[in-house]
């Protein structure tokens, strides 16, 4: 039985605000304010790439009072006017969510986190996980081991150890210290002069507001003594503004929301919506991103002019290319293989490009899904290699590549060698060193604002993920041919950089050779004595096992070392080793630092649980690790980065 698909809850009231904050004043062409929408869209394109497998609503709070103002009238009546420019986006924002075909809820008397809070309690109940997304405080009560949050605006996830680390206290205590502290902006009136860490004092102690309440006349200190007393009936009120409502008799089953996988469609409405604002960008961005629409939610004539990525499968159109390749004097190349590991991919097809308007895939060994034989629309190996040859090993004719070590490195196993090369790569990091990353994702949306295909929308991830001589032709096209297009485009535009910022001797003499000198050290591979590695990994478990019996027979009981949550409990409570401190997230620290001082006291268990640690640690990430990398040569091959460090070479 399948496990069923995530529920993703996004807070969109919450959101409209932070993005109406965070970003400048925006205007369409009729003067009509956007800089909310504009923000609301950006995330909620970023939310369904990253989650499109899963459930996705958008709850919303209701604009009238809510059952809070029965309990206390006076809930949230310190609030301000909304801002008049952003009282118009609130009905363009619901419009954004209807035009991406996304499910959205309000609810009369509600507020989104109430409605939020009863989906998570839904959910549990049919063993779906939930991930609410906001950074809202008010939510953090409802997260457990199978609800989590995600903050949009940092990209941070909030789980149990997080809430922890803010509150003091697990999630389903939050309200306790919510309700002693109070909360300004909503006006909750708490317990004065209570603030979250006397609150946290006072839950620790007495465990919730009831025995808070009960035991008040116990408390020590005087004057918190009285000003618990007297603002029990406060308290108490808090208590019912602060919980959250998880019974609601939700409209829209969970059954109805489905992912966004499902639900896209082949329409033009969420393309009018956004040009309809002017979100050139976005729509640009959108078109290439097939997580978001279908090509044909594009019209035909404008997809055939933005994007120029033709499939070649024909000896006439390659010889010609081949022709003009020659004629012109330089090209960009990009390789597709099934796998990154150079030592045993395979070559599944070649980009060339030698002209911004048109870029061309040279599909090799696609192979069907069906019976995984080679599919018949491909130009022969051999014959598709001798015409690469021509251009490939032509010293007259510069191939531009984009870590072009790679393709030089794939090319090479089928008998190709690449002279006269640029790496695009290599000038962004010539060029940019610590101020960007060097991958072409970046450089094209830092330097071209274009958003590229994902390789992880052409394969699929998890058990669904295929490799690259599976993909259907007609999408491996756009995806490879785009490479070699990005690729040229980029080299056009940082090349002059090079020359007129100085950086060709670090590009042309320092980078550059480096290429074939690493390149040959991968080839080659590193000598290592498996027989040897063996017998240390031997030594290594019989030396670690020694250790254990020594570490149990002080500890009295058999535990796992490894674990620094039970090492902890051991060392601190059960020996009752004094000095122990716990981390954030209530566990006792057992960190190198913590041993080393332990062991410095005389605590033999310490020193010899750092010894075990150390002797684990060599004999997985090392020994025992290279064993598996070695091959029948009984050499290890690895990759080396010509584009990682941030100083030096």
């Not at 024909?314 to 390789?335: F, H, R, V």
């Not at 950086?503 to 000598?527: A, R, T, W």
Request: charged share 30%.
């Amino acid at each position: 039985m399948n496990k069923p698909n995530r529920l993703i809850l996004i807070d969109g009231s919450a959101y409209i605000f932070r993005a109406y904050y965070a970003l400048p004043p925006m205007s369409r062409n009729d003067g009509t304010p956007i800089n909310a929408v504009f923000g609301f869209t950006n995330m909620l394109v970023k939310l369904i790439e990253d989650y499109q497998e899963d459930k996705m609503i958008v709850v919303f709070d209701a604009a009238r009072k809510n059952f809070r103002n029965n309990i206390y009238p006076d809930y949230k009546a310190n609030r301000g006017d909304t801002p008049e420019d952003l009282i118009p986006q609130f009905e363009l924002i619901k419009r954004c969510v209807e035009a991406f075909n996304i499910k959205q809820l309000e609810l009369d008397g509600y507020e989104a986190d109430d409605i939020i809070a009863s989906y998570t309690k839904l959910a549990t109940t049919k063993k779906i996980d939930s991930l609410i997304v906001s950074s809202d405080k008010d939510l953090m009560q409802l997260v457990n081991e199978n609800v989590s949050m995600l903050d949009p605006m940092k990209n941070k996830n909030i789980s149990i150890d997080q809430v922890i680390e803010k509150f003091g206290v697990e999630p389903k205590k939050v309200i306790f210290i919510q309700a002693l502290t109070g909360d300004k902006v909503d006006n909750i009136p708490g317990a004065p002069g209570i603030g979250p860490k006397t609150a946290l004092e006072l839950i620790k102690q007495y465990g919730d507001i009831d025995g808070l309440l009960k035991n008040a006349k116990n408390i020590k200190q005087e004057k918190r003594r009285k000003v618990i007393l007297e603002s029990e009936k406060d308290i108490r009120t808090s208590l019912e503004l602060v919980k959250l409502k998880d019974n609601i008799d939700l409209p829209i089953n969970i059954e109805e929301i489905i992912s966004y996988s499902e639900i896209k469609k082949q329409n033009q409405k969420l393309f009018d919506f956004l040009n309809e604002q002017g979100f050139k960008s976005i729509a640009d961005r959108l078109k290439n991103n097939s997580y978001i629409v279908n090509s044909e939610a594009i019209e035909k004539k404008e997809s055939n002019k933005q994007n120029k990525y033709l499939l070649l499968n024909s000896k006439k159109i390659l010889e010609n290319i081949i022709s003009n390749i020659l004629k012109k004097g330089y090209c960009a190349i990009d390789t597709e293989t099934n796998s990154l590991n150079i030592e045993k991919a395979k070559l599944i097809g070649v980009s060339l490009c030698y002209d911004e308007a048109c870029s061309y895939y040279i599909p090799i060994n696609h192979l069907s899904k069906e019976t995984s034989k080679k599919i018949e629309e491909q130009l022969d190996e051999d014959y598709v290699l001798e015409k690469l040859k021509v251009i490939c090993e032509n010293p007259s004719i510069l191939k531009i590549g984009q870590n072009i070590k790679y393709d030089l490195r794939i090319l090479n196993k089928y008998n190709i060698s690449i002279n006269s090369v640029a790496d695009t790569m290599l000038m962004s990091y010539a060029l940019d060193n610590g101020r960007i990353k060097h991958n072409m994702d970046d450089l094209a949306f830092n330097h071209l604002q274009h958003n590229t295909i994902k390789f992880k929308e052409i394969v699929g991830s998890g058990k669904n993920k295929i490799t690259f001589d599976y993909v259907e032709l007609n999408t491996a096209v756009d995806y490879a041919a785009e490479d070699a297009l990005i690729t040229l485009r980029l080299f056009n535009l940082l090349f002059p950089r090079v020359k007129k910022e100085k950086n060709e001797f670090i590009y042309q003499e320092i980078d550059l050779p480096l290429i074939n000198v690493l390149s040959s050290m991968e080839k080659n591979g590193i000598k290592v004595d498996k027989d040897y590695l063996k017998k240390l990994s031997d030594e290594f478990e019989k030396e670690s096992k020694s250790l254990e019996k020594k570490i149990y027979n002080l500890s009295k009981k058999e535990f796992n070392i490894g674990s620094p949550k039970q090492l902890g409990e051991i060392l601190f409570l059960n020996l009752k080793i004094p000095g122990g401190k716990k981390t954030k997230s209530g566990t006792f620290s057992t960190d190198s630092s913590t041993l080393n001082d332990l062991a410095s006291r005389g605590h033999n268990i310490a020193s010899f649980v750092l010894e075990w640690r150390e002797l684990t640690k060599l004999k997985s990430t090392y020994t025992n690790a290279l064993q598996e990398q070695v091959d029948k040569n009984n050499r290890v091959h690895t990759s080396y980065g010509l584009a990682n460090t941030l100083t030096g070479r």
